[in-house]
């Protein structure tokens, strides 16, 4: 195994059911929940009320624990990646509030998620749809997807929402 990364991340839902997610500055622009990275000494609670109010500019509650999921590399030089999937509740309007590392954040329907998603975003959004918590998963990395570096303003309409993980 590589060395391992630690990472936070939330299910963060609203009144019609609809799904927050953020899409990445950079890179290949996937989208993922709004979390991030675990910084030395601080809690997975800590980490992932902190990121996701730093990255949407809202407060969140903490639920339940969705589950641990440890995304594992396909061989290259990427560290493996462990997950703290939480289930939230967010306390007032969402918003870019961390462009450097998210271009957009949006609301969308469970089964009707964009693309190109994190692995992890999507079987997080899976079991948390179907009510499952305390999940121990592995999630293979995808392959490296061939697209356009940036989708114009006029093309995605932002809602009113890592990979940190990614």
Excluded at 73 to 95: M, Q, Y
Aim: charged share 20%.
């Amino acid at each position: 195994m590589n060395q391992l990364t630690t990472a936070v991340a939330a299910v963060i839902t609203d009144p019609a059911g609809r799904v927050l997610l953020c899409q990445q500055s950079q890179g290949h622009r996937l989208w993922a929940l709004p979390g991030g990275k675990i910084h030395r000494g601080e809690s997975p609670l800590h980490a992932a009320v902190r990121d996701i109010c730093e990255e949407v500019g809202a407060e969140v509650a903490l639920v339940d624990l969705v589950g641990l999921y440890q995304l594992t590399s396909n061989g290259d030089d990427l560290p493996d990646v462990l997950v703290h999937v939480f289930r939230a509740k967010i306390d007032g309007e969402v918003t870019v509030n961390a462009p450097g590392r998210i271009s957009r954040v949006c609301w969308h329907g469970v089964d009707d998620c964009p693309s190109p998603m994190t692995a992890v975003t999507r079987a997080a959004i899976a079991d948390a749809a179907v009510g499952k918590a305390g999940l121990l998963r592995t999630v293979q990395r995808d392959a490296a997807v061939d697209i356009p570096d940036a989708v114009g303003d006029d093309d995605l309409v932002a809602g009113a929402l890592y990979a940190a993980a990614s």
